[in-house]
């Protein structure tokens, strides 16, 4: 069966330094992964997705992902935070024999310090 | 063009009545899929909905149903509440649905609280 493992329910870093959330997948197919963000009482916004075709992936807001097959990873990675990237993050596969179910990861809280 | 749309935004019920949640997917979309988000469960797959028809189905009891009319709106019920219903309720709308990197585009929620 498909699953993603967050690594860590709360990431909190300093203004300006590297974000750093970790996500492991399980699949015995190639996966359709996926990084979602949610801020408060707001539905999920697609940060990126994994389709294959690049194994770095570069979303919006300057997020992007390494799928790396090896480690069955696609941690989610930004350079410099900012106050505004506070949020819930939420890694996702999409079941192979399902066009639109999606197993999502706990979460991960971002915490940004001024 | 138009985002998901749920209706009503919160809801407050009491037990042992029954509530019904109303989705509104992306012109042109005809996959709806419907999440409860918990804060001990997560985000949990209810089920979905393609062309009026029921193609998914999550772990949930019977006292969770759905529908989705020809012009693609959805609706979600859930009969004799319960405490533990209490949650946000996310509606996902996709096009074809078919490929598994389709991606899905969320509504904003509702809020279901009962008491």
């Known amino acids: 069966a498909q699953s993603v493992t967050q690594l860590g329910s709360h990431v909190s870093v300093s203004e300006g330094a590297l974000v750093l959330l970790r996500c492991n997948y399980s699949s015995s197919v190639p996966p359709y992964l996926f990084w979602y963000v949610q801020y408060p009482n707001q539905g999920l916004q697609l940060l990126l997705k994994?389709?294959?075709?690049?194994?770095l992936v570069k979303g919006i807001n300057g997020f992007e992902a390494e799928f790396k097959k090896s480690e069955t990873s696609f941690h989610l990675t930004k350079p410099s935070a900012h106050m505004s990237d506070a949020a819930e993050y939420f890694c996702?596969?999409?079941?192979?024999?399902?066009?639109?179910?999606?197993?999502f990861g706990s979460g991960t809280r971002l915490s940004i310090r001024p | 063009k138009a985002g998901v749309t749920q209706t009503p935004r919160y809801l407050i019920k009491t037990r042992g009545q029954q509530v019904t949640l109303s989705c509104s997917p992306i012109?042109?979309?005809?996959?709806v899929s419907w999440y409860q988000q918990t804060p001990g469960q997560g985000l949990q797959f209810l089920f979905e909905y393609f062309s009026e028809t029921q193609r998914n189905k999550g772990n949930f009891p019977g006292r969770f149903s759905g529908r989705q009319f020809s012009n693609s709106r959805s609706e979600m019920n859930v009969s004799t509440l319960e405490l533990g219903d209490s949650a946000l309720y996310l509606c996902?709308?996709?096009?074809?649905?078919?490929?598994?990197?389709?991606?899905?585009?969320f509504g904003q929620g509702t809020r279901l609280t009962v008491v």
């Open positions: 012109s042109g979309h005809r996959s």
């Open positions: 994994y389709t294959s075709a690049a194994t």
């Open positions: 996702a596969v999409r079941v192979y024999s399902s066009a639109s179910k999606i197993i």
């Open positions: 996902a709308s996709s096009s074809t649905g078919t490929g598994s990197n389709t991606e899905a585009f």
